[in-house]
Structure formats: structure tokens, C-alpha cells
């Protein structure tokens, strides 16, 4: 019979690292035999407790990979994951280096939208319950769910090739959608004919699906702003109601990883390259085996910002319906889309000279700095803004790209809060009724398919998300520009 | 449907690890799919109406492992069936042409469309991961590792 095994949570990992300054630790190539660089997390006391002995192992093994550049990186939301940590990056050499889609993560391009809206907080508050309910109808979410929505291959191509771009065009969305996400809402250089079959039929049906774990969509509003010069550039004030939007590539990105992976797997023999977990499957990044995964990835990511795309839309609807308005009159406009798992062709400066790497993000943000020729124009002079979701009850922050963020993590921030606590052990501890009721007496209306749902994603699962973002903050990476407040939460 | 199943779940901080156990291959290879199937959903009372096959190669064990699982995520979302009776026919190795060793599986799974109203979900199983993925022999049988990507 099944049943649950709890693990023994070895906490304390501080005999594994040095120190080197305030909220940088080092795991030194002595801690693993094959490590090419040191590891480094990006740590508080605070949060030095928030993880184990395993996840320090994961770091490590990422040092192992070849062609890996400065140190295998964990941000503050780190916890343990699947080969790679989740909140962690490497940069690899183009010429040394490898490409890995374990590096990436199944779910290609999950990632954060953030739309405004200029309803003020109490213009929202009082209707959260209809708001969410109609949301909640509205945009197919959970285990299994497909909606209306019907693409049909060519359509699949196009959004495989041109992303949130192509979802504009055909009628989901508004011009200035795609030119504020990330990359204008699209990888270049997609090739639709590396993505199988198996991956396009997984992918049709859960077109415009959010998904369920810890994906969701977000009412907020902005109770702080720290940053008067960004928020203005980001056009944010407070008590300013927002939209927050997390979701991936569904089945499709799962599929093309999938995929690859088998390749890549085989790959590592031909290649003669020893990796310390199967997961950790990779060939070198200038390889037939690793542009075919890279050119693949992309189109799942495309997929990724078409998704979040048409979700968005499908909000603007229901939004617009319950106040009358049009999405202009409610001022629904999109501040930015951030992919959070994700590898990325990049100049980096490395040992003072300047280098194109493959950034692998696996949940880690891009947080270029102001002035940075990748940051979309209307940000530069501030910076590129980081979207950093919070749980259910602790609030999200808008951060933006800070000066240190080149040389200290590959111009990259953490993604979210990181979990510390698993599903079974959730479920075992607390119940979603209780949890719905306690959030509810906060101000938060919570709609999910089930109680269940809500014990996963507990805010006691996470970290507490201030003091992830505090370590980015003080250490210049990405630096904090509003918080937002969970009024509504839709949960798959 | 009632089916004998063996497997344990091993909490993980973000995603779900599980050991089936078998008393041989196919045993294990039916467990372990049992155990990815009853995370996605209670399947104790799912009927098979609709059979698929499965006939699977690769070049060792745990890719068999990481293959098969895989098949049945494919299955659920692209047939959208909610899979619930698994029987492994055969699991073994033989030579292929080039004299090299490879491993195959022939199974087949059953279930019922996808019906949110009647199928109690759980989570969604995103893919079959390789980390730290073991097959191994034990005193009375075997045992396979598995983490899943929730």
C-alpha cells in the first residue's frame, strides 16, 4: 500500500561553505572530486536554515559540468530539485561548454506576467468573490482541464515560431502586449521541425490552460513603494490594482524536454562527458545534439509566452465585463512578462573580458541592469523589471535590474519565494478549508478546484518571500521597486 | 478496478519521490506506473474502457523506466484518458544487430476519458525525471526509484 515516508530534514549545511561576505557562501571545489568551479549561494542567516544538505549536493554537481564559468550559482529561493536546484544558474562557454535541459526544467519558459490596471483597492475588494469566481470559469485551470480555446498545427507552428507576438496578431491581445515582455515576447531562432509530434499533441489541447501545483493567477494591489523613480518609469502607484499571471508551456515544453532528453542522454557517451546525475544529461552547447534541445526549447518558450498571452486576455475580458469598461478605460496594460526557466544565448564579461555564454535559469529571473542594450527601451534608464512572486498569503515584489547583477550572478535574480515544505507532508499537516478560512480573514479570496490544492501552496510551504527578496536587494542584484498584496487568488 | 500494488512515497520538498517493489521486473515496471498514476488521481475505480499498448527499446534499464512512465503522461494529455489498469506483458534485454545490449518493454494500460466531475485529481505530473534514479535487485525481488516532476 501506498503510503508517506518523511525524510529527515538535515538543516544544518554550514560545515559545506565558507563565507565571503554578507549573504554570499561558498561551497569549495574540495566539497565534491570533479568540480570545475566553486559553488555560491546567495544567502541571508535569515535563510540559512531554509535548506539541506541534498540541495548543496545539487549545487556542487552543477560545478561539475564542463566549460561551466565563475561558480555553479544558487539564488535565496534555492530548495532542492530535480538534478539542477531550483533557483539556480550556470553559464557555460560557447566553445567549452555544454548546453543542458536539465538546466532548464521540464517546464519550458514558466514564467510571470504583471498587468496594471488603474482600479484603485477599494474598487476591487469588495467584488474579489464574483472577480475570482468569473476568472475561475473563465480560464480552463487544474488537473486534465482543456478549454474552448482550439489551435489548430499551423497555428501551433506559428506560436512555436513568434510566441506572445503571434498570440497578438491573432486577436489576443494589444499591440503593445508583446513589446513588454521579455525578448518582445519571443525567442528568435525557434525551429518547429526539432519539436515532435508527441510534444505538438500534448501541447494542442492545453493551449490557454493555466495548469495546477503552484501556478496561479493574482488580484493585488501595491501597498509600498520603495523605489519613486522606477515605479513612476513602470507607471506604478500605490493602492494601484495589479494582475499577476504564473504559468509555463503545459505539455508541450514537458514533451519537448522530454524528447531531448532522451538524446541527450545518449549523447553524454558519444561526447565522453561524465555527469555526476543522469538528469544532468547535456552535449557541447556548438553540438547538432544541443542546437537541436536549444532551437526545441525555444519554441516552447514561445509556447510559454503565447499561453500567458491569451490568459491575460481572457482576464482583460472578464474584467472588462464586470466593470463595463473597456481594457484602455481600466488601464490594463502590461508591465512585463519574465521567463523563469530558461537557458539564453548572452554576453556575459568573464575574467574581464567579454564572452557569449548559454545562461541556463532554472527558476531565476533575468535582472539586467539600467542601461543594459537587452533591456527593453522603455526601462532602460531604470532598469529591467523582475517579477518575484510571493505564496498566497505573503506579498510579491516588483524588483529592477540592479548595478552588481552582471558581475555577481550572471544578470540574474531569484523567481520566487522556494519552497521548504513538500506536497504530502502539506497535505498530512494541514487542511485546505482551514487554510482558505484563515487567508480569507486576511483579505484573501482563494478559488481552487480543491481544498488539497490550497494545504500544497500553503504560505507556510515557502519561504517567506521579504526575506528572499532582501538578499537580492542588498546585494545590488535586483533592487526592490513595490510590493504587491494577494487579494484574489486563482489556484489549477 | 482492484489491482495488488506496491510502491511507498518519499517526501520531497518540491516534487514526489517514490520505491516500487516487485518480485520481478514486470512487477516493478507495473508498480512503478501504479505509483505515477495514483499521483495524478485516485484510479482505484477507473474501468478499462479504453487499451493502449505499449511497446518501448532503449539502451538501458532506467531509461526503459524513464520511457515507460513517460508514455503514460503522453497518454493521459494527449488521449486525454485518465489511466488507471496497467499490465506488463514483458520486460527484458536482447542483442540487436550490432551486437549491442538493449531493453524492452510490452505492456498495455487502460482507462476512462477524462471526466473532472467523476475523477478525483490530485496534482498534475509534469514529467519522469532521471535524478538519482535506481533500479535495483534486492533479496526478494527488485526496486526502482523514482522522482516525478510536479
Redesign the interface.
Known sequence: MSNQKNEKNESDVTDLLSRVSDNIWEIPKSHTYGMNVPGRLFLSEKLMGTIDRETVNQVANVAMLPGILDYSMAMPDVHLGYGFTIGGVAAFDEEEGIISPGGVGFDINCGVRLMKTNLQKEEATPHMKTLTENLFRKIPSGVGSKGEFKVTDTELTEAFLNGAQWAVEAGYGIENDAKNCESLGFMEGAIPEKVGTKARKRGRPQFGTLGSGNHFLEIQYIDKIYDPVAAAAYGLTEGQVTVMIHCGSRGAGHQICTDHLQTLNQAVKKYKINVPDMQLACAPAKSKEAQDYFNAMKCGANYAWANRQIIMHWTREVFEKFYGKDTDALGMELLYDVAHNIAKYETHEVDGKKQDVYVHRKGATRAFPAGHPEVLQQYRDVGQPALIPGSMGTPSFILKGGPNSMSLTFGSACHGAGRVMGRGKAKDSMSGESIRDALAKQGITVRAEKASVIAEEAPSVYKNSSDVVDVVDSLGVAQKVARLIPIGVIKG | MSQK????????????RFIAYGGSLEEVFKNAAL?TL?A??DISAIQPQTVFEIELE??NL??LM??FL?EL??L???E?T?LGVVSVKEVGSKRDENGEEIWFINASVSGEP?D?SK?D????V????????RIEKTASGFEAEV?L??
Open positions: 500494488r506496491d510502491f511507498e512515497y518519499i517526501d520531497h520538498v518540491a516534487d514526489m505509483a495514483f495524478i488521481a532503449t539502451i532506467e531509461n524513464v520511457d513517460s503522461l503522453f493521459f494529455d494527449a486525454e485518465t477524462i473532472a475523477h485529481f490530485k496534482t498534475e509534469k514529467a519522469i525525471t532521471y535524478n538519482k534514479i522522482v516532476d510536479l
